[in-house]
């Protein structure tokens, strides 16, 4: 956790927790100074001839010391709020853009729930820690310390005293800390587990109506709500305890102390008596500081361990490597631009045993619209993934413009490329920050977004809108229908004016005369670009320049929609589960 945070520190930091140091030591300095003062004022009372003006002075001493204090640690829970704030936007900022960094195969390690977690939950108590807990840090050992040198030498019934004390405090703590830890380990498996099945249950709200689920969600919900609740409150009665045990200690010990002085006082000359007394007051004093500075890192060590746990969750994701990395850059060719092509590709997922594609070669050249058709499972989206790398080939090579993907830098290979995912995504905004996706360097204008709706078959919805373009669009896209959203997704893509574009399955939940006037409309505009198209429908793929149809990872038929007809067994049928005979003649 300590290694998470220092790597957080910038220089600036760095010197404000210096500068804490120093005002955490001028803090205990005066503190430590208070029981001096506090002895003085005894002897001063207890001693004939001494003047008033003499207290005062040593009492005036004694209130600059306590005033000086008190600003001191105004000025140091200042400093590390503002450090703590600091630390936590970078750690969060790291953690997001590791998150982006992901392929699909370590994003699929992590889950949304458990991610989101520990980018708000597990951030917060780490930021809670170094609020509270760093101070108390760095004053507790110094304040300890300081406080035995300045008792050093007086009694040992006093010392010994306060030494079983200290024992009892940390003894009672480790007892405690090492029950909760596993504990507070469990809590935020939990936590992860409740935000799952919040968001499955916000996420298919609709879902969970059609079929009267409403109660089954709720037991599932109250199962998770209650194992969460028990076990948070086994680990905070557990750490209640501490609370009576250092009042107890914290009362028990100035008694002790007290009640060894009577006996030393009875015992001594009567010209001892008034120095027994007056270390009497000042011990009880520095013991009571003492106390406090192991009450201090009782504190800590009550943060410390949902802080560590939650630092080693945070380090998980920020330690995992991206399996997809950064080429070197290329340098293309004005006559390979468009061009694309599979050499020998095989793939098959982190930790899996069997292929999911198998030895596929083929080559989409520029302007041709190829179309990948198959059963569910077939790989259909796994190969056009290979193209954008969400995923790198296990074997062979996938070459964009002639070269290998593996060796460009991402944001030139995706700049190349407008992909449109099976499910259609859009972000709380509205239609034009949607369709307009992107860095600021890199939006298209609005004459290209209007182009981009036109093509798409949106302006007739989107011109009814209140706002048109500016029309709001909530998170998800709950208040357009699945094809006004499937439509404004393939508008984005359009907008980038491409020289590939990618539709995985992306017509699905268009009817058949949108769909049509989409691709005749893509025909017409797009004539120099690249297209490949996943699709269930014949009548989406039958005017394309190649098909290829996909069984169990291995391509069994390429060619026109009349050619496979008569060649690919495998085509056919799924041909005929859509059309009739006579239907797919006059196709």
Known sequence: MFKLICRQLNKKQWLSMLLIVGLVMLQVWLELEIPDYMSEITVLIQTEGKMISEILLAGGKMLVCAITSAICAIIVGYIVAKVSAGVSKKIRSELFNKVQSFSSNEIKNFSTASLITRSTNDITQIQMFIVMGLSALIKAPIMAIWAIVKISGKSYQWSIATAVAVIVLILSVITIISFVLPRFRKMQTLTDNINRITRENLTGLRVVRAYNAEEYQKNKFETANAELTNT???????????????????????????????????????????????????????????????MLLVIVFIMLPRASVSARRINEVLNTKSSIQDGEGVIIESNEQGKIEFKNVSFKYQDADEYVL??????????????????????????????????????????????????????????????????????????????????????????????????????????????????????????????????????????????????????????????????????????????????????????????????????????????????????????????????????
């Not at 009880?284 to 003492?290: K, L």
């Not at 709950?478 to 491409?498: C, D, M, T």
């Not at 269930?536 to 009349?562: F, S, W």
Request: aromatic letters at 8%; proline letters at 2%; charged letters at 25%.
């Open 232 to 294: 948070n409150l086994t680990a905070h009665r557990a750490m209640s305890l501490l609370s009576p045990l250092m009042n107890a200690v914290m009362s028990g010990l100035p008694l002790a102390i007290y009640w060894i002085g009577a006996f030393l006082i009875n015992s001594a000359f009567t010209p001892d008596k008034l120095t027994i007394f007056s270390d009497m007051v000042v011990f009880s004093s520095y013991a009571v500081q003492i106390v406090m500075s192991f």
């Open 358 to 587: 198998k030895d596929i070669n083929f080559k989409c050249n520029k302007g041709e619209v190829v179309a990948f058709i198959g059963s569910t499972g077939s790989g259909k989206s796994t190969l056009i993934n290979l193209v954008p790398r969400f995923y790198d080939a296990s074997d062979g090579e996938v070459l964009v413009d002639g070269k290998n993907v593996k060796d460009f830098k991402l944001k030139d290979l995706r700049d190349r490329i407008g992909y449109v995912s099976q499910r259609a995504v859009l972000f709380s905004g509205t239609v034009l920050s949607n369709v307009a996706l992107g860095g600021e360097d890199e939006k298209p204008d609005e004459e290209d977004i209007h182009k981009a709706i036109e093509i798409s078959q949106s302006s007739d919805f989107v011109s009814k809108m209140d706002k048109g373009i500016n029309s709001h669009i909530s998170q998800g896209g709950k208040n357009v229908s699945g094809g006004q959203k499937q439509r404004l997704s393939i508008a984005r893509a359009l907008a980038k004016n491409p020289e590939i574009m990618i539709f995985d399955d992306s017509f699905s939940a268009l009817d058949y005369k949108t769909d049509k006037a989409l691709r005749s409309a893509l025909n017409k505009e797009f004539e120099g670009t690249t297209i490949m198209i996943v699709a269930q429908r014949i009548g989406t793929i039958k005017d394309a320049d190649k098909i290829i149809v996909l069984d169990e990872g291995n391509i069994v038929g390429t060619g026109k929609h009349e050619e496979l007809l008569r060649s690919c067994p495998v085509y056919k049928e799924i041909a005929l589960s859509q059309l009739s005979e006579e239907e797919l003649k006059n196709a």
